[in-house]
């Protein structure tokens, strides 16, 4: 089964095409087809969440799809974040509020939050622990990163649910 | 579908077929299954709808966990369904997993296959060579990751029973960590009319090899008043013969203490929850 199989795929809104192995996962295709390495990979079996990406704007596990399930689907992975060499909203939120120490797990929460802040653009502390609770870090601890995604949401760290202006 | 069916028939008895990838998929990096083929039902038209009839609500195998938990049908129809699906893993499992791969996985501490055992959900199951068949979800469970489902077949619906208006539902669980496969949980539903207790439903998981159903727990409670029910007699009778095994994470007495505390904690959810809708 060593066939190779075209797919076709937009990733961070470029038009992408490569030739996989059907066994192969979006995340080592996304990683060494496509040369985007922003994408992590801790555990390979679904549980620490540093692989996620945005696959049709949900947040998936890319070490738990296969290349050829993604073929014709728009990806999203933490590369396609910045602008220009900018950081957007979310990213400078974390950053001001130290929320990554070594940066392995980073692009995980970046992108879960992406999916959660799309759709959710107040969520609550309770909302944003539930919504992490697949990701894990395992240097900085987790109150800096709630920080970065409540600073990102508005929201004031520990406090109530009130939209500051955007920035 | 047929395609699909036909490809499986083909590929033989090692075959597999991918869903949502969400247990599979670990597996197979583990290399604890080692497939000869996978058939992906990603692309077949027809297998992602939700459908209410003639009191039945009918899922397509490949529904997503996270349309099922965002859907008004599930909400409304099959409240028990709805409970048990937040505590499915996390949002980035629920976006991949389906309704269909978590009940042809078959692990005896998933959510939704004890919500299938509670409400008798009808699985419509097809092969090429057989066309199909319909297996109640009494029958379809057989033992640790094993189901009725022959090799060559695919589970292609889940027919769920209408809840009736006003009946009261709870999934509680016991897990080490937030998203984690429950050491134990339970699953509860009640109906009442005037007050009175006229149908319950227990399941619990994580407490033998496949999902539970506690019918001697649930005789207990008919005809009592959903105020003052016996909840805690139907829990120890659910608890009963109970012999789960013991692990890293629990002694099977441990499990066996939980299954009667959850029990009465669905119970007692599930209670309430009746009372507020009435």
Known sequence: MS????????????ARRAKVEPRKTLADMIRQDLGLTGTHLGCEHGVCGACTVLVDGAAARSCLMLAVQADGSTITTVEGLATDGEMN?????????????????????LMQLTELLSENATPTEAEIRDELSGNICRCTGYESIINGALLAAGVQPGGH??????? | MD??????????????????????????SLRLARPSALVDLGRVGGLDGIIEQDHTVTIGTMVRERAMERSAVVAEKIPLLAAGLPLIGHPAIRNRGTVGGSIAHAD???????????????????????????????????????????????????CFPVAPPGSGVAFVEAARRHGDFAMV???????????????????????ADTPLRRREAEQALLGAEVGSAPFEDAAAAAAEGLTPASDLHGTGQYRRHLARVLTRRALEQAASDVRAAA
């Open chain 2, 3 to 28: 395609e699909a069916l036909s490809s499986l028939a083909e590929a033989g008895e090692d075959a597999k077929i991918l869903a949502g990838g969400q247990s599979l998929m670990p597996l197979l």
């Open chain 2, 185 to 207: 949980g339970a699953a509860a539903a009640l109906n009442a009319e005037d007050g009175r207790i006229t149908d319950a439903r227990i399941a619990l998981i994580g407490v």
């Open chain 1, 3 to 14: 066939d190779q199989i075209d797919i076709a795929l937009t990733v961070n809104g470029e």
């Open chain 1, 89 to 109: 909203r979310l990213q400078r939120a974390m950053w001001e509020s130290h929320a990554f120490q070594c940066g392995f797990c980073t692009p995980g929460f």
């Open chain 1, 161 to 167: 649910n009130e939209t500051t202006g955007s920035a």
């Open chain 2, 108 to 158: 005896p501490a998933a959510e939704i296959p004890a919500v299938a055992v509670a409400l008798e959900a009808e699985m419509v199951i097809r092969s090429a060579a057989r066309g199909e068949r319909r297996v109640p979800a009494a029958d379809f469970f057989q033992g640790f990751f094993t189901t009725a489902l022959e090799p060559d077949e695919a589970l292609v619906s889940v």
